[in-house]
């Protein structure tokens, strides 16, 4: 009995990826000091504590940890055999959430679920759930992923794209393009038809433009950052403001605390999306390359597993969780400092928000699942 | 893991290898490597700078008197970043309470001479239980602060009012006179009178303070301060007690004399219309302006916080004759027989005359032309004159001859052909004064060179480019095209008075500071000598003391029972004909001609447009001037008819 419990507990554990879990955490804690340079004006203003949002952050950070130790307690294998279970629970509550008077209606899209004082967001968890999906389903044909299967693949990505889309939440909707497009690279599909789809997605893309799918807002937002000089007050008003506060951080930055453009709330958003805006101004080129770092050394360790292992679907799930975390990390980064349009995609571990943390903390969840167990 | 899928795996790799290399190399060059700009942008973000206006210095009489200093006003002000849709409900209430219309604020919120973080004005003066209203319903008026401003304030009213000026917000064109940066939109300027011309000095330095505010404007913490510095105190050499009999003594002899008949029309009834006048006091032996009135007048207290429309209307109205005009500067007339003093003067210099020359005066002079027949006024004669004679019962054929004789010298191109013009000059006329004051015209000594170019640029106003004997006959006794100021008047005599000394008229004596120490002293400036005989000056002046102490002299019955015995008093009469109106009536005084060494004196002149001849209206008040100024009980201002002597 404690020969076999000493196998089960410590065999794995002892191939934990410290790396990857220290570097988590360091950006979570930076995040979380972040957060309360970001919202100590908003607070005084809304009269509510200075901590207000750095608690329910940490609160977050306890159960997304809590939800990274339960998913890493699972033989990922076994998550593959509970995918398809998960992934059309994810489906479902997509639907649900657009039934009017079950999602809550905020920020012009209906993508929330109110829960007393908090709010559940599907969309972020369908990251994950789409990424065990698509693993799974790659996984079972690896040896023979011919036309009929990609369609279905295509198919797996493209229900809670579509029900993404439908809030609208454009940003998701995009982390999960690239989600699948990294994935299917990875899964088999041949070049030809890879082709084919990013030419289908490109003119669908331009379809959705022309055609009005997208609102106005979403069509000038995403444009804007090609034609950065206009007016400080229309479009660009965000990415200005964005900039100014990064560049103005210099070499070292303000100092904690002491950023102007942060204390005087110029940045829309800056808790949230704009997260970076923070780092930049109060702790400068030093503390914005750092976090880069961090963030590049819990992806190098990401990737690292996925050549590791000899099973394909704990590849997949690297390069899942990878494709997510550099999309969202290259497009959130790259959107402050203007060098790609603005979409509402949060940060890993630094914007404030519980279902983004818990789900992030999942992902790494799994990706040091299959790091432990990559010799199982 | 299939080989395939490594080669993928390692693109994967290279891909977001790259993608987070265009991070730090963006991050890079936002913040290392191109950051200035962005960073400037920053803090012109994220720094306002408020201006705390000095309050300007005070304007003082020659006996240390305010007449011009500031009062502290409630002004309800309007934040002009108010977001658009609470402007509208805020708008709404505010009008209400402050007696206006929405449209007014809005016109004022839009005025763009106001820098976008300075507050609006949109009330002055506004009564304390509306402020106390604004006080305790904080909430329902965002944007809206009651403050205490300094407003200008002149306590007398329009006393002095052309000489003090006014004040009011710098506009466009004064902003771009100015060095750079020296005004901002917004600040307050003199506008005119001393106000403009002692701008400098009154104005002092306005504070600033640098504002760290946040997105919504709302201050976070302040940067720096600069406290204002106040403006320096102008003391003006101006007396008010003398301004005050100079002011009134025009406005009586205005009144009353559009209330008599003006008996040398004799065509109809008519009264004087005396529309307008001045009278201007210096001190001849510095050149001190002790008092300058004109007439309309305004109260330039209504410039104060931005004139209302209609009162501007009003000011500009030709009905109402131009009262914001300084007419002692501004106004050019025909200085009818005062002139004769330039004539006299002319004459005695060149040789042309001596004090006992004789003229026999049939009462008129014929050149043996059309149109060349030269009358005394009423046609008298006063049998032989010398020239003091002359002078106090003003023939104006002793003259006519002078300026006969100076055309025939000027007609054999003598170098005496322009005496009369070269005189005039040399005592002043022809060019501004120099007072200072902004707006000051030069007048006009026409010769022949004037003659010709008017000719030139209209034949049809002026058929004859050549210089006739007629031309010079009208010159000679102050007619005809010559055009001076009340101010450049006086200081001609003022020349003569003082003995030789042409000043330039002196409007302050000095400059102080907030504790009343001394910046700076204003010296009396004499800008010419004029040779001076002491035979002519003793000659013209006993004409001059003839005509106001004789009998016979043309203001002899103006004068009657004036204490000449303490107070001995030399005079002019003048009265020009201005085609199509009744006579311009003018009158110069010298009190006393020879002063003793540390006694004061004054030459005063005072000039009224259709009323009448000099001893009608002008003397009089000249009179009561004096009275005022030596400190005798002031005589009523009683206005002739129409006396028959100019």
């Known amino acids: ?376 | 893991m299939i080989e395939g899928s490594r080669v993928r795996v390692s693109i994967v790799g290279v891909v977001v290898l790259a993608l987070f290399c265009a991070l730090f190399a963006r991050l890079w060059y936002l913040q290392v490597a191109g950051g200035t700009q962005l960073a400037a942008a920053a803090n012109a973000n994220r720094v306002r700078t408020v201006t705390d206006p000095a309050p300007r210095g005070r304007i003082l009489d020659a006996k240390g008197r305010e007449i011009a200093n500031n009062r502290v006003a409630n002004v309800v002000t309007i934040d002009r970043r108010l977001d658009p849709a609470v402007r509208k409900k805020v708008f709404a209430e505010l009008a209400l309470l402050l007696g206006t219309t929405v449209a007014e604020i809005d016109k004022r919120l839009s005025d763009a001479r106001v820098s976008p973080y300075t507050p609006v004005p949109v009330g002055i003066d506004v009564p304390i239980d509306t402020l106390a209203y604004i006080a305790e319903h904080k909430d329902a008026f965002p944007g809206v602060r009651a403050e205490p401003r300094a407003v200008r304030r002149y306590p007398l009213g329009s006393l002095a009012s052309h000489v003090l000026g006014y004040v009011g917000e710098i506009n466009e064109q004064e902003r771009a006179a100015k060095p750079k940066n020296a005004y901002e939109l917004g600040d307050e300027i003199g506008k005119s009178g001393v106000e403009k011309s002692f701008e400098k000095d009154l104005r002092g330095k306005s504070g600033k303070e640098r504002l760290e505010i946040d997105v919504q404007g709302r201050v976070l913490k302040t940067l720096s301060t600069t406290k204002p510095v106040p403006g320096h105190d102008v003391q003006l050499t101006l007396d008010l007690d003398v301004q005050n009999v100079a002011e009134s003594a025009l406005a009586e002899a205005m009144t009353t004399a559009r209330q008599t008949h003006d008996a040398s029309v004799k065509d109809k009834f008519e009264n004087y219309r005396a529309p307008a006048g001045s009278v201007v006091v210096l001190d001849a032996k510095t050149g001190s302006v002790v008092a300058m009135a004109s007439n309309p007048t305004y109260d330039p207290n209504t410039f104060a916080g931005g004139i209302p429309t209609q009162t501007y209307a009003d000011y500009n109205n030709p009905e109402n004759h131009y009262p914001l005009l300084n007419r002692a500067i501004q106004g050019q007339y025909a200085p009818g027989s005062t002139f004769k003093l330039v004539t006299s003067l002319a004459g005695l210099a060149t040789g042309r005359i001596s004090p006992g020359t004789t003229v026999d005066d049939k009462g008129f002079i014929d050149l043996g032309v059309e149109g060349g027949r030269f009358q005394n006024a009423g046609n008298v004669a006063h049998g032989t004159v010398d020239l003091p004679n002359a002078l106090t019962v003003s023939s104006d054929v002793y003259f006519y001859e002078i300026g006969r004789a100076f055309w025939g010298d000027f007609h054999r191109n003598a170098p005496t052909g322009n005496a009369i013009q070269d005189e005039a000059r040399t005592l002043g006329f022809g060019a501004p004064t120099g007072i200072g004051l902004s707006g000051e015209v030069k007048g006009r000594v026409p010769d022949s060179a004037w003659k010709a170019a008017v000719h030139a640029e209209r034949p049809d106003a002026f058929p004859y480019a050549q210089w006739l004997p007629g031309d010079n006959i009208n010159l000679a006794v102050g007619q005809g095209d010559l055009l001076v100021t009340p101010l450049q008047l006086a200081t001609a005599y003022e020349t003569v008075a003082n003995g030789g000394t042409l000043f330039t008229p002196r409007l302050a004596s000095q400059v102080l500071d907030l504790s009343q120490k001394r910046v700076r002293v204003i010296p009396p400036t004499p800008k010419a000598t004029v040779a001076l005989p002491e035979g002519a000056r003793r000659a013209i002046m006993a004409g001059l003391r003839g005509a106001v102490q004789d009998a016979k002299g043309t203001a002899g019955t103006v004068f009657a029972g004036f204490p000449f015995a303490q107070q001995d008093l030399a005079g002019k009469t003048g009265t020009a004909q201005v085609v199509g109106k009744q006579d311009t009536s003018v009158f110069v005084a010298i009190n006393p001609p020879d002063p003793a060494p540390d006694q004061p004196q004054y030459v005063v002149v005072a000039l009224i447009e259709e009323g009448g001849f000099g001893a009608d209206t002008a003397a009089p008040i000249v009179r009561r001037v004096i009275e005022g100024l030596v400190g005798l009980p002031l005589t009523p201002i009683r206005i002739a008819s129409a006396t028959t002597a100019d």
Not at chain 1, 210 to 219: D, E, P, R, S
């Open chain 1, 1 to 376: 009995m404690s020969h076999r419990r000493a196998r089960l507990l410590s065999t794995p554990l002892r191939h934990l990826d410290v790396l990857l879990i220290g570097a988590t955490l360091s950006i979570s804690g930076l995040g979380m000091i972040m957060i309360y340079s970001a919202t100590k004006a908003r607070t005084r203003e809304e009269g509510v504590s200075s901590l207000y949002y750095v608690n329910r952050q940490g609160i977050w950070i306890v159960l997304g940890v809590l939800t990274m130790a339960a998913v890493m307690a699972i033989d990922y294998r076994k998550l593959r055999d509970l995918a398809p279970i998960g992934y059309l629970g994810m489906v479902f509550l997509l639907g649900a959430v657009l039934v009017p008077g079950v999602g809550t209606i905020a920020k012009g899209s209906q993508a929330r679920f109110q829960l007393g004082a908090f709010q559940l967001q599907p969309s972020e968890f369908t990251k994950f759930f789409l990424i065990l999906m698509l693993a799974a389903y790659c996984y079972l044909h690896r040896n023979d992923f011919g036309l009929r299967r990609v369609f279905v693949a295509v198919a797996i990505c493209g229900l809670p794209l579509a029900l993404v889309m439908l809030q609208p939440d454009l940003g998701t909707a995009l982390v999960l393009g690239a989600i699948s497009f990294a994935m299917l690279t990875i899964g088999g599909v041949r070049g030809r038809y890879l082709a084919i789809l990013a030419l289908v997605v490109f003119t669908g893309a331009i379809g959705a433009v022309n055609l009005g799918v997208l609102k106005q807002y979403q069509v000038d937002r995403l444009t804007s950052f090609l034609n950065q000089s206009r007016d400080t007050r229309g479009t660009t008003y965000n990415l200005d403001q964005s900039k100014i506060a990064i560049a103005s951080g210099g070499l070292t930055g303000e100092g904690l605390g002491q950023g102007t453009q942060t204390n005087g709330r110029f940045v829309p958003e800056q808790h949230t999306d704009f997260i970076f805006t923070a780092v930049g101004e109060e702790l400068g080129f030093v503390g914005g390359a750092t976090l880069l770092a961090l963030f590049g050394l819990v992806v190098w360790r990401t990737w690292r597993t996925a050549r590791l292992t000899n099973d394909l679907f704990g590849t997949l799930v690297c390069v899942g969780v990878i494709a997510m975390f550099t999309f969202q990390i290259f497009e959130n980064v790259g959107m402050t400092m203007g060098i790609m349009p603005i979409t509402g995609i949060p940060l890993p571990f630094m914007s404030y928000g519980g279902s983004s943390t818990i789900v992030c903390f999942a992902c790494i969840g799994l990706v040091a699942n299959v790091h432990m167990r990559r010799f199982s």
